[in-house]
């Protein structure tokens, strides 16, 4: 079946510093690819749709210049935190289209962000 | 506009009890997909089930039942005789076709106790 892989799991960094996280798709293309966030008990937020070639479509009250997208090719999404900050902190899960109508959806397992 | 409601925030129950985690949907759209994740404290997100709109047929998987019901906008999820490993987060979400955006509910915690 079709199969997300997110990378890294986890990563501690310091405020200030960037953090780049991969989202690929790996036995199917994805031209649209989504990003959430999830903040400790609460639910998962759509942070943005990524979509290969164009620019990123984000959702109201998302910081595009902080959340930075790059959808370079149809198997890879990219999330770049830039200057992080502890209210970054957050788990950070993406998702691909696989353009199936039978199974529309693919997760990664997640990436735990902890800025110090 | 879209939406998922979950009501309920927490559940606890002992062990091998039945219990119910309800989901009501708003959506104009004709087209559309529920879903129903578990998301154990690992984090990683578990794929449950998916029921599209034109489906109504309800659903029975080991111990785990969904009733769909259109005309009331429910997706609810049964687990029948719970065991401390159902312990998790359960979201419901909806994805439509029009905005092609998942959309999830605010989960419901669910604790089972042996």
């Known amino acids: 079946g079709a199969v997300v892989s997110q990378h890294p799991s986890w990563v501690i960094c310091k405020s200030g510093t960037s953090v780049k996280i991969e989202c690929r798709s790996l036995d199917f293309q994805a031209t649209t690819m989504f990003w959430y966030r999830q903040f400790p008990k609460q639910s998962l937020m759509l942070m943005a749709t990524s979509n290969e070639g164009s620019k990123a479509t984000y959702e109201q009250g998302v910081e595009k210049d902080k959340f930075l997208i790059n959808h370079a090719s149809l198997t890879l999404s990219t999330l770049t935190v830039t200057s992080a900050h502890p209210e970054d902190s957050s788990f950070y899960i993406c998702s691909a289209l696989t353009g199936q109508r039978n199974s529309p959806l693919h997760f990664g397992n997640g990436t735990r962000l902890t800025v110090t | 506009a879209q939406k998922v409601t979950q009501a309920q925030t927490e559940i606890s129950v002992v062990e091998k009890e039945d219990v119910t985690l309800d989901c009501v949907y708003e959506?104009?759209?004709?087209?559309?997909?529920l879903f129903w994740y578990k998301q154990p404290p690992s984090g990683e997100l578990v794929f449950l089930i998916r029921r599209n709109s034109f489906d109504e047929q309800n659903e029975i998987s080991g111990r785990y039942s969904w009733n769909f019901q259109k005309s009331t906008s429910s997706f609810n999820f049964t687990i029948t005789a719970s065991q401390v490993v159902d312990s998790a987060v359960y979201f419901c979400a909806l994805f439509s076709y029009n905005t092609d955006k998942l959309i999830f509910g605010t989960g419901t915690r669910l604790q089972v106790f042996p």
């Open positions: 959506t104009r759209d004709t087209t559309y997909y």
